[in-house]
Every structure is written in structure tokens, then in C-alpha cells.
């Protein structure tokens, strides 16, 4: 769902109920694992950025919902771990938010925050 929402509070808003508290957790992980980084809105989703960039954003679509993790490296690192879910370039998508494994997240998370790797 591309957002036309303000703030990340308001996009979490506007999601399908359904969703809500898996999303919620999300930014909760973010915020967490990823200190230091600017939480904004950006390509109608949330995103996380270091430096000016973008390296973590998700999303709520149609069908699943999307984390995106623009360090291709940190993917492929935790691809095993993400078993179940498609997994393209930078976005992870969870077909149900209810299986997201969130310590398999948690794990991503740090990992991004630790990598000097540049983002794609």
C-alpha cells in the first residue's frame, strides 16, 4: 500500500486491521535495532535511513507484507532463516502476517546496523 500518510503513527493507522499488530512490531524492531538511523516516510512506506540513505523500509501490500533491506549481503546471510518467505533483491515478502518470524527480523535488523556494506 503506497501511504500518503504524514508520519509512520498515521500509515500504521490506515493498514488493514489484520496487519496492524504485525506491522506495529516491525517499527518496534526498527527503532530498537536500528538506533541512530532517521525514521521518515518515503515511496509511501516507512523507512529507515543512515546518512541520508535509505537501508530498511516496509510495507503493508495487497497480498503480504514487505521488508525491504537494501544490504544485499545482510540477505543473504539470513536467507536460511527466512525460509518460507519470496525473497528478491532487498525485499522480503511475508504472506502472512501472523508467521512473521520475528526473530529471524531481529537478527536482519542488527545485522544491518552493524554492516559497512554499501546499500543497493
Not at 13 to 36: D, N, S, T, Y
Not at 88 to 117: E, W, Y
Amino acid at each position: 500500500m503506497q501511504s500518503k500518510a504524514p508520519d509512520v503513527a498515521s500509515y500504521l493507522e490506515q493498514v488493514p486491521e489484520e496487519r496492524r499488530v504485525a506491522l506495529k512490531k516491525l517499527r518496534e524492531q526498527c527503532r530498537r535495532f536500528l538506533r541512530g538511523y532517521e525514521e521518515c516516510m518515503e515511496y509511501g512506506m516507512p523507512v529507515y535511513k543512515r546518512n541520508g540513505v535509505v537501508e530498511v523500509a516496509f510495507a503493508s501490500q495487497e497480498q503480504y507484507i514487505s521488508l525491504y533491506v537494501t544490504k544485499q549481503d545482510v540477505v543473504d546471510r539470513h536467507r536460511k532463516a527466512l525460509d518460507g518467505c519470496r525473497i528478491g533483491k532487498g525485499c522480503i515478502r511475508f504472506p502472512k502476517a501472523d508467521r512473521i518470524d520475528f526473530t529471524a527480523v531481529s537478527a536482519l535488523l542488527r545485522d544491518t546496523a552493524k554492516s559497512k556494506s554499501t546499500p543497493c
